[in-house]
């Protein structure tokens, strides 16, 4: 620095001192404007800051109730996509059912072995088996035909949208924005307006597990035609390829690999989401899960979350092949079956599948045989029951579940929201401008401040600074879980040995599934969707700080070390600086994975924001809802773009 | 063979122009483009690659651009096909103008005239040998039989064959680069292009493969523009060589020119390290002797023209008496002596004997 003053001479001091005064004094004038403003207004939100967007929703939802007989938006548009969705739905269903039992579990085997060999196809089947074991057949059927009517949609709509994007640099700016802004919305936003559009039940469910799965699919196959190399983009070019040729002989081919990973995104996303929409009224797996969760009894809710775990493994088993993971070498390690031509195993699969259907039907095989089903609803309300009985208080040292809800409760949770809820809000506002100035400048400032304000204007400010307390919370209990541990799996083998399978597991579970253990032993309320949150957000950050950490390329650790650095020495003076920004974007993703398992708490009494939307989506208040969502995504908004731009400007010195 | 632009040369190039960035036309020409790169790059964010590139090729040449990493040569040919579009200027291969053509004009040209050869080879990992091999075909829209068997041929031409239905990751980049350049051969172009082919090659497989290109040369009389950044390789494949810098030549000439006589203090320094006795021929250094002379006896022995000075070098040190210079007809013409020998190993100027391209 001072080296650097030196060579520059006077008026880079001149310069400096301006940015300076610059970076310091206009904040800081405009912050002191807003709290005398806000002095003066009035410590609470004033009534007139109101966007008045409860009494116009409910007013937009009467209308589309009255009219949604005769009006053509409905009987042109909406109505003809939701018959669409329903018999495509219907379809697919018809055609598993009608494999029975037998013919899905082999159909999924065969899937898995040509995809990721014998051990895919033993783990996907025995996984698969397990929802019929827990009794849960049918409706991991219903489940899974919904997903698979939402990743088909999705990709018909993806893949043309991503072709172009991945081909031109200004369909990608486009769709960038519009991906970047989807991504923020927890999914209960989503569904909403849809319910507005659709109603409820499976054409709601489908179209909203669409939306959700189409910007994945949009950006897997743009990311894969953008990962393919240059030089063979040259190649092709230089050869005299046809844009179309180009196309299809070269780029297609070379994403393919990209895009397969991808698929297995846009599945296991759509899966999530399926499951979500029970909250729409469709029956399956989540239903069952969501009657539980509404009754309070941990067995009803337990057995059918499993099933939603088992579902999730074999899906994830048969669709990451390992083939797809590590390429043509695994390949030639790999049975025939797997190695040989595309079109001949879809032949064998096909052939064998319906012949083990048939057989099956002329069997009387209909349902999953009850012999070999368990219910273990009883077992578990009798577990639920113990833990209660021995967990809740007088555990030594630790306090048992109870004290433990108590205190995070009295001592953590309340200060910090009594702070943000007794604060005057034109404090919140101002404190949110200065973050946003300090963190990436005037811009950012704006944009903090203008969405404060909107959630004063949606009327949802004292349920937006709740939500907002156990967020930070969340965070901050996520973050110093998640670093030390993921320091540990970044730098000893070991350690990534151990964790490696339970990181890998947890990926795939839909957030809703993470509810179920929780209520197990905390009952209800706030303290239970902390604990689901934090247990849903610490896999990914502790999958990304190991992750930063490992990107760090070993010439410079090896400097380290060979100046006698010790390994603490190493780790703090080389590994962690240059995995900082690694790491910082490892924590803005988990940002986002809390914002939305928070609300979705709401379902097991954690409050707030989301209980807004559970309210407008089950009790048809759309207004509140709306309200509630459209506040969510203001916070979203703010959240993500503060901890974006830690991960993308080097911290000023 | 010589620098000046005849009509009947296969690739033509006036007053090229590349620039990166925003506007690039307005920097075409005028002040700023004669900034030095970093001032250019952080006043109007552009970077100028190429700049007022002149070449005539003649049908059957070898030219080798030469420069460091960074000088524009690979853009420089790119811009020949508009895998690059440039920013001003005309390229004209076999007498169509490129930089006008329409799409259609350009596919003909890609397909049919020019074919290419990368640095890091470039081969699609989806497909077979043979499939790659057979890719302009393909493209081309030849029937699978017939792009078979050329592809056979060709494989079998760079000594592969047999190979067909193996995959690009199953062979060592030297065996790579050779399926690069069977290729680019299967279409029969008029011409080849090569962006550093052996660059990524170990040294000993280089020169395998530039003795292949030797070979080729002497069995196809296809023209090639050949992009290197090691002196050696271009010494050993050039009929002329252009030493770029800075998206410029410096200098345009035979191996003999270059080494002889470096145009500026650059291109000394790039050819201080050769040794000259190696590319000099004894015409350069020999004293001229009119015919039928004085002292068309008293040599050690005779040479004809165009053998290198190194093979006459030990004939001088055993030997007090200098070395005569014949020409195809048997008579003297020259003689070279020890000290003429030393002094070019010394580094001596020896550019007065050279017809040099009056580049000084
Ligand atoms: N697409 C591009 N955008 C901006 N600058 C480029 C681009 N391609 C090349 N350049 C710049 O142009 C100059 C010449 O590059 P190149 O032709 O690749 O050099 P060479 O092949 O001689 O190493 C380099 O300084 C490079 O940074
Ligand atoms: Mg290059």
């Known amino acids: 620095m001072a080296i650097a003053a030196v060579a520059v001479g006077t008026p880079a001091v001149a310069s400096d001192r301006s940015v300076r005064w610059r970076r310091l004094v206009i904040p800081t004038v405009v912050v002191a404007t807003i709290c005398v403003v806000g002095a003066w207004i009035g410590d609470g939100v004033p009534t007139w800051l109101d966007a008045r967007v409860r009494p116009w929703s409910d007013d937009v939802y009467d209308w589309t109730v009255q009219n949604n007989g005769d009006h053509w938006l409905f009987t042109r548009v909406f109505e003809p996509i939701a018959d669409t969705l329903t018999a495509t739905n219907d379809a697919v269903l018809w055609v598993l059912r009608h494999l029975r039992w037998p013919g899905v579990l082999t159909l999924v085997a065969l899937i898995g072995w040509r995809t990721g060999g014998a051990r895919a196809a033993i783990v996907g089947m025995l996984a698969m088996a397990g929802c019929g074991v827990l009794g849960f057949w049918d409706e991991t059927m219903v489940t899974i035909a919904l997903m698979l009517v939402a990743v088909i949609v999705a990709l018909l709509i993806g893949i043309p949208l991503g072709i172009l994007a991945g081909r031109s640099d200004r369909a990608e700016r486009w769709l960038r924005g519009v991906l970047d802004t989807a991504q923020v919305m927890p999914a209960f936003v989503y569904f909403l307006p849809v319910v507005v559009a659709f109603g409820i039940r499976v054409p709601a469910a489908a179209i909203a597990t669409v939306v959700y799965a189409t910007p994945p699919a949009i950006r897997l196959t743009s990311h894969g035609l953008r990962s393919v190399p240059v030089v063979a983009t040259e190649v092709g070019n230089s050869f005299g390829c046809t844009s179309r040729q180009l196309l299809a002989k070269v780029q297609l081919p070379m994403a393919r690999r990209a895009m397969l990973l991808g698929l297995n995104q846009v599945i296991m996303m759509a899966f999530a989401i399926v499951v979500l929409a029970s909250m729409l009224g469709v029956a399956g797996l989540g239903g069952r899960v969501l009657s539980g969760l509404q009754r309070v009894q941990v067995g009803q809710a337990f057995a059918p979350g499993l099933a939603i775990v088992f579902a999730a493994v074999a899906l994830d088993r048969i669709t990451t092949g390992e083939r797809a993971k590590r390429g043509d070498r695994v390949r030639r390690r790999m049975p025939a079956f797997a190695r040989g031509r595309a079109h001949i195993a879809t032949i064998v699969t096909v052939g064998l599948v319906v012949a083990v259907a048939i057989i099956a039907a002329g069997a009387g095989a209909d349902d999953f045989p009850s012999a070999f089903t368990i219910d273990i609803t009883e077992p578990i309300n009798d577990a639920v029951r113990w833990v209660n009985d021995n967990f809740r208080t007088g555990v030594p040292v630790v306090g048992g579940t109870g004290s433990f809800s108590d205190f995070l409760t009295l001592h953590v949770l309340n200060p910090v929201r009594d702070l943000l809820v007794d604060s005057p809000w034109w404090a919140v506002v101002a404190a949110s401008f200065a973050i946003g100035w300090a963190s990436a400048g005037w811009r950012l400032a704006a944009l903090c401040g203008a969405c404060f304000v909107g959630i004063a204007a949606l009327r949802t400010w004292e349920l937006a600074m709740d939500t907002l307390s156990q967020v930070l919370v969340i965070i901050a209990v996520s973050v110093l879980l998640a670093v030390p541990i993921g320091i540990c799996v970044g730098r000893s083998n070991r350690a990534e040995r151990l964790l490696r399978p339970l990181l890998d597991a947890a990926q795939v579970m839909p957030a809703f599934v993470y509810l179920v253990p929780v209520i197990f032993l905390f009952n209800i309320g706030r303290v239970p969707g902390i604990v689901a949150s934090v247990i849903y957000a610490l896999p990914p950050c502790i999958r990304l700080v190991s992750l930063g950490l490992r990107q760090v390329p070993i010439a410079p650790r090896e400097a380290a070390i060979s100046f006698g650095a010790t390994p603490r020495q190493e780790l703090v003076k080389v590994q962690l600086p240059m995995a900082a920004r690694a790491i910082m974007l490892g924590i803005n993703q988990t940002i986002l994975m809390v914002l939305s398992m928070v609300v979705i708490a709401a379902l097991i009494g954690a409050g707030g924001l989301g209980l807004e939307t559970v309210y407008g989506l089950t009790k048809s208040e759309i207004g509140r809802g709306v309200a509630g969502g459209v506040s969510i995504v203001l916070l979203a908004v703010v959240l993500d773009r503060v901890t974006q731009s830690w991960g993308t400007h080097p911290r000023r010195t | ?360």
């Not at chain 2, 063979?1 to 960035?21: C, H, N, P, Q, Y």
């Not at chain 2, 699609?124 to 056979?152: I, M, Q, T, W, Y």
């Not at chain 2, 252009?242 to 000394?268: K, L, N």
């Not at chain 2, 015409?283 to 000075?309: C, D, H, Q, W, Y």
């Open chain 2, 1 to 360: 063979m010589g620098a000046g632009a005849t009509s009947d040369s296969v690739i033509e190039v006036r007053g090229l122009w590349k620039v990166f960035g925003p506007r690039p036309e307005r920097i075409v020409g005028s002040p700023s483009a004669d900034l030095s790169r970093r001032q250019l790059e952080a006043t109007t964010g552009n970077v100028v690659a190429v700049r007022e590139v002149d070449v005539d090729v003649a049908p059957g040449e070898a030219f080798v651009v030469m420069g460091l990493s960074g000088s524009g040569k690979s853009t420089l040919v790119r811009c020949l096909t508009r895998l690059i579009d440039p920013t001003a200027g005309i390229v004209r291969i076999g007498g169509v103008d490129v930089t006008a053509a329409d799409g259609e004009t350009l596919l003909d040209v890609r397909r049919n005239r020019v074919s290419m050869v990368f640095q890091h080879f470039g081969l699609l990992p989806h497909r077979s040998l043979a499939d790659n091999v057979a890719f302009g075909l393909e493209v081309r829209g030849v029937d699978k039989s017939r792009r078979r068997a050329k592809a056979e041929e060709m494989l079998d031409l760079v000594g592969l064959a047999g190979l067909g239905s193996a995959r690009p990751d199953q062979l060592s980049g030297g065996m790579q680069q050779r399926v690069g350049l069977a290729r680019a051969l299967a279409t029969e172009p008029e011409i080849l292009l090569f962006d550093e082919p052996f660059s990524a090659l170990d040294p000993l497989i280089r020169r395998d493969m530039q003795d292949e290109i030797i070979r080729l040369r002497s069995e196809v009389s296809t023209t090639m523009v050949f992009i290197t950044h090691d002196l050696s390789e271009a010494l050993r494949l050039g009929d002329r060589i252009a030493i770029m810098r800075d998206g410029r030549f410096v200098q345009v000439g035979t191996p003999a020119e270059v080494v002889g006589a470096p145009a500026d203090e650059y291109v000394s320094n790039f050819v201080r390290d050769v040794s000259r006795s190696h590319v000099l021929a004894v015409e350069s250094i020999m004293t001229l002797i009119g015919a039928g002379g004085a002292g068309t006896n008293g040599f050690s022995a005779r040479v004809p023209l165009g053998t290198k000075v190194c093979d006459v070098m030990s004939r001088l040190a055993h030997h007090d008496l200098p070395v005569g210079v014949i020409d195809e007809d048997g008579i003297v013409v020259g003689s070279v002596d020890r000290i003429a020998a030393l002094r070019l190993v010394a580094g001596e100027d020896v550019l007065d004997v050279i017809d040099g391209t009056g580049d000084r």
